[in-house]
T-cell receptor, first 111, second 113 residues
Framework: DAGITQSPRYKITETGRQVTLMCHQTWSHSYMFWYRQDLGHGLRLIYYSAAADITDKGEVPDGYVVSRSKTENFPLTLESATRSQTSVYFC??????????FGPGTRLLVL | QKEVEQNSGPLSVPEGAIASLNCTYSDRGSQSFFWYRQYSGKSPELIMFIYSNGDKEDGRFTAQLNKASQYVSLLIRDSQPSDSATYLCAVRGSAGGGNKLTFGTGTQLKVEL
């Protein structure tokens, strides 16, 4: 089925560990985004990508790394997880027309 | 000042009434405006978008945009209990901004029987 998938859907890790959240879209949308959602802050943009091999920082990029070697994939890596990175992470994609579609989210708990 | 502001609510309306959700934004160069609905534990779902001043209607939903006042609203007519959710206002900024959306923190709507 067409759409956006995220994996894992739930993840528990410990501080200091590296964690990679996966995002895959089947629409061949050029734009992809990573957001985190926390109570009181709403959705905040971490990183985004306009095309393969083009990425840029969003509002809260510190502690995260992204790559986009293929149009359909946009993994997000927490290089050394901290408790403050406990959150719900959403991946989204859009074409140039700009109607964003969101994945189901990954719930991350950092102990 | 937050770039996109919404009243967090909860906004409670009786079933069948009109729910009015409001949003203000700070970037005068903003070009497109979106309303997402998010049920608890789920991902945001796009329900309306508007680009030009005025009203845009889709079924029970009407989006209203006033760029001079930097104000966007969403009206939900004949509110149903299934409309109970958090509604997120999002704004896409000036051209060249990488298609990024800036979200408000959302308004929780409760439709009571």
């Amino acid at each position: 089925d067409a759409g956006i998938t995220q994996s894992p859907r739930y993840k528990i890790t410990e501080t200091g560990r590296q964690v990679t959240l996966m995002c895959h879209q089947t629409w061949s949308h050029s734009y992809m985004f990573w957001y985190r959602q926390d109570l009181g802050h709403g959705l905040r943009l971490i990183y985004y990508s306009a095309a393969a091999d083009i990425t840029d920082k969003g509002e809260v990029p510190d502690g995260y790394v992204v790559s986009r070697s293929k149009t359909e994939n946009f993994p997000l890596t927490l290089e050394s997880a901290t408790r403050s990175q406990t959150s719900v992470y959403f991946c989204a994609s859009s074409d140039a027309g700009g109607l964003d579609d969101f994945g189901p989210g990954t719930r991350l708990l950092v102990l | 000042q937050k770039e996109v502001e919404q009243n967090s609510g909860p906004l409670s309306v009786p079933e069948g009434a009109i729910a009015s959700l409001n949003c203000t934004y700070s970037d005068r160069g903003s070009q497109s405006f979106f309303w997402y609905r998010q049920y608890s534990g789920k991902s945001p779902e796009l329900i309306m978008f508007i680009y030009s001043n005025g009203d845009k209607e889709d079924g029970r939903f009407t989006a209203q945009l006033n760029k001079a006042s930097q104000y966007v609203s969403l009206l939900i007519r004949d509110s149903q209990p299934s409309d109970s959710a958090t509604y997120l206002c999002a704004v896409r900024g000036s051209a060249g901004g990488g298609n990024k959306l800036t979200f408000g923190t959302g308004t929780q709507l409760k439709v009571e029987l």
